[in-house]
């Protein structure tokens, strides 16, 4: 009798124990979720920052270019090369058009 009123308040304390542990392994474990969802969170601001500045580097990048080109095509139209110009324009326009592709796609791919 005296032996089962010692196993019964044994295996309350290993209850009790195991509903401890389980409580506290569960709130360490929401607590990790929470911190986990929070760095996401913070690496998808820093991605979109990044890929903001991207994209705004790009577009400086390519007006400059533009500006070139304008000067040197009608740099070329001026001195009478106007073959040689339209040639150059049209590689210039259809290398900034795949240019712009690429850079869509790399971006799109990098989020």
């Known amino acids: 009798s005296q032996t ?7 295996d309350q304390v290993i209850n009790k124990y195991a509903a401890d542990a389980e409580e506290a392994e569960m709130k ?8 986990i969802t929070d760095q996401v ?4 601001k820093k991605v979109a920052s990044v890929m903001d ?6 577009r400086n990048s390519k007006q400059q270019v533009v ?32 240019l712009d592709s690429a850079s869509d796609s790399t971006l799109t791919v990098a989020k």
């Open 4 to 10: 089962d009123t010692a196993l019964d308040d044994v």
């Open 28 to 35: 360490f474990v929401q607590k990790a979720n929470a911190s």
């Open 41 to 44: 969170q913070l690496i998808k």
């Open 53 to 58: 500045k991207a994209r705004a580097f790009w």
């Open 67 to 98: 500006r070139v080109q304008n000067i040197v095509v009608g740099t070329l139209a001026t001195v009478g090369q106007t073959d040689t110009a339209i040639h150059l324009n049209g590689t210039l326009v259809t290398l900034l058009q795949r």
